[in-house]
T-cell receptor
Framework: NAGVTQTPKFRILKIGQSMTLQCTQD?????MYWYRQDPGMGLKLIYY???????DKGEVPNGYNVSRSTTEDFPLRLELAAPSQTSVYFC??????????????FGPGTRLTVT | AQKITQTQPGMFVQEKEAVTLDCTYD???????LFWYKQPSSGEMIFLIY??????QNATEGRYSLNFQKARKSANLVISASQLGDSAMYFC??????????FGTGTSLTVIP
């Protein structure tokens, strides 16, 4: 049981390049999330998904796209990388119980630099 | 606007003492959840404790307890008997209706031997 895995761990992109950050969870969680964490700041929600085929925008979705074709995978796509997208990206998953008490399980993060 | 505020950028506590990390939130939702996460220097995010907006009792998880004051919209984290391994960043977060999450800017806790 690996939990939430993210690849790559580190990446340097040139301005205008594209890339996909991969996220996989093996806990059969319905909910998955993508966050970015800028230096000295909290996490901001980019996109989230409540199940396969369903995605929705979070607080900072501009410049990103997601898809959720399976329960396990939730890739995040950057189409035209900009320096403002330099950040640490976290993927997370959770399963909402009736009591709403389940916290999110986080992946180890991807450190992305755009130059 | 939905918002989480953590007003203490940094806190120090003596080992074995208790410490309270402050968190206030702003929402017009009736149903919401409040969470605390720990982020050690290694960078991973670790879930600590949860409080639902309809829960009448304060949540507790081992040495962690959440002091929930709904009328004041505060959800402070209390860590009892601090240990050196508690040194980390601590984030308060809110889940609002629709399952969106909002995080505060964090509090850096340093435990002094």
């Amino acid at each position: 049981n690996a939990g939430v895995t993210q690849t790559p761990k580190f990446r340097i992109l040139k301005i205008g390049q594209s890339m996909t950050l991969q996220c996989t969870q093996d806990m059969n969680h319905n909910y998955m999330y993508w966050y970015r964490q800028d230096p000295g700041m909290g996490l901001k929600l980019i996109y989230y998904s409540v199940g396969a085929g369903i995605t929705d925008k979070g607080e900072v979705p501009n410049g990103y796209n997601v898809s959720r074709s399976t329960t396990e995978d939730f890739p995040l796509r950057l189409e035209l990388a900009a320096p403002s997208q330099t950040s640490v990206y976290f993927c997370a998953s959770s399963q909402l119980t009736p009591a709403g008490s389940m916290g999110q399980y986080f992946g180890p993060g991807t450190r992305l630099t755009v130059t | 606007a939905q918002k989480i505020t953590q007003t203490q950028p940094g806190m120090f506590v003596q080992e074995k003492e208790a410490v309270t990390l402050d968190c206030t939130y702003d929402t017009s939702d009736q149903s919401y959840g409040l969470f605390w996460y720990k982020q050690p220097s290694s960078g991973e995010m670790i879930f600590l404790i949860y409080q639902g907006s309809y829960d009448e009792q304060n949540a507790t998880e081992g040495r962690y307890s959440l002091n929930f004051q709904k009328a004041r919209k505060s959800a402070n984290l209390v860590i009892s008997a601090s240990q050196l391994g508690d040194s980390a960043m601590y984030f308060c977060a809110m889940r609002r209706t629709g399952n969106q999450f909002y995080f505060g800017t964090g509090t850096s806790l340093t435990v002094i031997p």
